[in-house]
């Protein structure tokens, strides 16, 4: 019987045991989007996990707006990431990236005035978060075609920098309603180039992105995110089945290491699937490394890998209170609860001083 505590090969990564530290975004970098030194110690921390996905990080300044992120287009980003792989890697664990576009919900206070992209004219709803307090979303541009290209460099440089950081692979996010989801659903995308309409056109960008990303660092070092039943953001797809079983033949036929599907339960407690899962049939279309996420407590995670729906489970929200999850999982300690006002906080408080269990 496979467990949560054995072995995986992922990739080109050998993995100590199935339980997996989530990518969360913690607002602890600088204005700047440099990582801090108080992130050095809370992935330290947190070393134990069979791997670290790293917070999204923002591939360039036109794809970042979350205030306090970090990116890694820039030399002094790398410098402040390497810091973070080195103390993880001291403590025995392995890290990979998030690279992050964050497509029409970037807010243009990021952008010095200029105008967020998503795959059409669009708007997302809310407010976004921003430096001045929260500020309605303006009307994105649609990506024109002769930019795709410009694109694709940005996530090959971030792919560079990520190695040069020392993480040890990368994972695309294409999920949440960020850009590529944008160019992946229906109700956002209404392109009628080669970018728009079919289910191929619109998982295009998702593939191009992909293998742009596997020819610098690997395909067997590279995965994805998706999201495939849940409304994200405003985006959501009339028909998301056919769509993301293509999506997952299309990166199963790259020969990606890893793919990541979140799919919030009907009464998740933060976020919630508008869809029945689609885990089961993305695992026949999916060759490789299937992880799945989203309000799993340890008897559920058990039973999804043993069942073999599961590679792998991520675990967000209970890495925030438990640094040492996994021991508290083998020695069935219970699994404390985190602060939510600290989430996205700046400073240690609700970061770095959760206890490891005794």
């Known amino acids: 019987m496979t467990t949560l505590f054995d072995?995986?090969?992922?990739?080109?990564?050998?993995?100590?045991?199935?339980?997996?530290?989530?990518?969360?975004?913690r607002a602890r970098g600088t204005q700047d989007h440099l990582p801090t030194e108080i992130m050095i110690e809370y992935y330290r921390q947190r070393a134990d996990a069979g791997l670290i996905i790293s917070e999204a990080i923002g591939i360039s300044q036109q794809g970042l707006g979350w205030p306090y992120a970090t990116g890694i287009w820039l030399d002094e980003q790398v410098d402040g990431w390497r810091k973070v792989t080195d103390a993880v890697h001291a403590a025995g664990g392995q890290i990979i990236a998030q690279l992050w576009h964050m497509g029409r919900v970037v807010h243009p206070s990021f952008l010095g005035g200029g105008q967020p992209i998503s795959a059409s004219v669009t708007t997302a709803p809310g407010q976004a978060h921003t430096y001045a307090g929260k500020q309605a979303y303006t009307p994105a541009r649609a990506l024109p075609i002769e930019e795709i290209p410009v694109l694709l460099e940005d996530f090959r440089h971030a792919t560079r920098?990520?190695?040069k950081a020392g993480f040890d692979g990368v994972q695309i996010h294409a999920a949440n309603g960020y850009l590529i989801d944008?160019?992946?659903?229906?109700?956002e995308n209404f392109?009628?180039?080669?970018?728009?309409?079919?289910?191929p056109n619109r998982v295009r960008l998702l593939k191009e992105v992909t293998q742009a990303v596997a020819k610098v660092i690997g395909a067997d070092r590279t995965g994805v995110r998706l999201t495939p039943s849940s409304y994200e953001q405003g985006v959501r797809d009339s028909d998301p089945e056919p769509l993301f079983v293509h999506a997952a033949q299309v990166l199963s036929d790259i020969g990606i290491g890893h793919l990541e599907v979140r799919e919030p339960p009907a009464d998740g407690t933060f976020g919630k699937s508008e869809r029945?899962?689609?885990?089961?049939?993305?695992?026949k279309a999916f060759d490789g490394?299937?992880?799945?996420?989203?309000?799993?407590?340890?008897?559920?995670?058990?039973?999804?890998?043993?069942?073999?729906?599961?590679?792998?489970?991520?675990?967000?929200?209970?890495?925030?209170?438990?640094?040492?999850?996994?021991?508290?999982?083998?020695?069935?300690?219970?699994?404390?609860?985190?602060?939510?006002?600290?989430?996205?906080?700046?400073?240690?408080?609700?970061?770095?001083?959760?206890?490891?269990?005794?």
Request: glycine content about 6%; hydrophobic content about 45%.
């Open 161 to 163: 920098n990520a190695m």
């Open 276 to 283: 029945p899962p689609l885990a089961r049939v993305i695992r």
């Open 191 to 199: 392109r009628a180039d080669a970018y728009g309409g079919s289910i």
């Open 182 to 187: 944008q160019f992946l659903r229906n109700s």
């Open 7 to 25: 072995p995986l090969r992922m990739g080109a990564l050998q993995l100590p045991q199935r339980i997996l530290m989530a990518p969360m975004t």
């Open 289 to 358: 490394v299937l992880i799945l996420n989203s309000d799993y407590d340890f008897a559920r995670a058990q039973a999804h890998i043993q069942s073999g729906l599961a590679d792998a489970i991520a675990f967000g929200r209970p890495y925030i209170a438990n640094p040492d999850l996994p021991s508290r999982f083998a020695k069935q300690l219970p699994v404390a609860d985190s602060e939510m006002s600290t989430w996205f906080s700046q400073g240690e408080l609700g970061y770095t001083d959760y206890p490891a269990s005794t």
